[in-house]
Nanobody
Framework: QVQLVESGGGLVQAGESLKLSCAAS????????MGWYRQAPGKQRELVAVIIRGDITNYADSVKGRFTISRDSAWNTVCLQMNSLKPEDTAVYYC?????????WGQGTQVTVSS
């Protein structure tokens, strides 16, 4: 059974940094990419960053230059380094793993940025 577990969330002040990690367990084949999404209260879930085969990355405009996505060589772990955090980054952050047949999601980790 595939499971994704996020960690690293918390409460920080504006301008500080956090690093989120997501560990995947179970057998996942044909991985196309891994990513991070977030959902703020009253808003739809949105893409934050994604890394796909060839280590091609894509970021939401709102986080470009501040966030960096990375993965391990086995596609078991994906991380999100978040610098210069802003109050508008406050949300529940979810990781996912995308395969040819299915997308798997973690349960989410709360990130709160105070002003």
């Amino acid at each position: 059974q595939v499971q994704l577990v996020e960690s690293g969330g918390g409460l920080v002040q504006a301008g500080e940094s956090l690093k989120l990690s997501c560990a995947a367990s179970g057998t996942i084949s044909s991985i196309d990419g891994m990513g991070w999404y977030r959902q703020a209260p009253g808003k739809q879930r949105e893409l934050v960053a994604v890394i796909i085969r060839g280590d091609i990355t894509n970021y939401a405009d709102s986080v470009k230059g501040r966030f960096t996505i990375s993965r391990d060589s086995a596609w078991n772990t994906v991380c999100l380094q978040m610098n210069s955090l802003k109050p508008e980054d406050t949300a529940v952050y979810y990781c996912n793993t995308m395969t040819r047949f299915k997308t798997y999601w973690g349960q989410g980790t709360q990130v709160t940025v105070s002003s």
